[in-house]
């Protein structure tokens, strides 16, 4: 029973167009979510987070945006740029994000194409 | 940028073998996991460390164990390697506290054959 779905397997998009990646999640006690991406055969790097008490964070170029009443956060980033290639995985976290482990989500392969 | 390091970082073996996964992390953390994951699956957690001499079981059943002797140190064991533990292990650490975020090394890609 997976308690974070990122149901998109894959996305392809234009350089210099935006990416938007989603994530749904069940558990309602989740208050801290995380975006990390992957390459192959590397660890996963910290992209950015949002605690349940915003509906925004931006950094960068990246973006997320959370929907506590539809359980949905999203990535966007925008310009998208050919490096951004990469698995990214969304990631929650309960009790003020102290708890002991991260429910990762199965990922999504973004393909940036020039 | 976090420091968390990994050996080997790809490692093949035959069955039978005892390895020893090594990681280390040189930011003070209390905190320090690991991770399973294989291609197309979401990560999980095999073992979590609250600090020295803490190490518990994480959600996912592990025939490895570890070990907590050192802050910066966090071992990973397999006694006796088997090719269903052929996987990525990614070991993990983070400072405690709210809203934590947990910063992973490179990983160890292991084939077991």
């Known amino acids: 029973d997976q308690q974070v779905k990122q149901n998109s397997p894959s996305l392809s998009v234009q350089e210099g167009r935006i990416s938007i990646l989603n994530c749904d999640y069940t558990?309602?006690?989740?208050?801290?979510f995380l975006w990390y991406k992957k390459y192959p055969a590397e660890g996963p790097t910290f992209l950015i987070s949002i605690s349940s008490i915003k509906d925004k964070n931006e950094d960068g170029r990246f973006t997320v945006f959370l929907n506590k009443s539809a359980k949905h956060l999203s990535l966007h980033i925008v310009p998208s740029q050919p490096g951004d290639s990469a698995v990214y995985f969304c990631a929650a976290d309960l009790s003020g994000g102290s708890n002991y482990k991260l429910t990762f989500g199965k990922g999504t392969l973004l393909t940036v194409n020039p | 940028e976090a420091d968390i390091y990994q050996t080997p970082r790809y490692l093949v073996i035959g069955t039978g073998k005892k390895i020893t996964l090594e990681c280390s992390q040189t930011m003070g953390h209390d905190k320090m996991y690991w991770y399973q994951q294989d291609p197309g699956m979401e990560l999980h957690l095999i073992h979590y460390?609250?600090?020295?001499?803490?190490?518990e079981k994480g959600d996912l059943s592990s025939e490895s164990t570890v070990s907590r002797i050192r802050t910066e140190h966090f071992p990973l064991t397999l006694e006796s390697a088997r090719p269903s533990h052929t996987s990525q292990y990614l070991c993990?650490?983070?400072?405690?506290?709210?809203?934590?975020?947990?910063?992973f090394g490179p990983g160890t890609r292991l084939l077991v054959l």
């Open positions: 993990a650490s983070s400072e405690r506290g709210s809203f934590e975020t947990q910063y």
């Open positions: 558990n309602s006690m989740f208050d801290y």
């Open positions: 460390s609250y600090g020295v001499n803490s190490t």
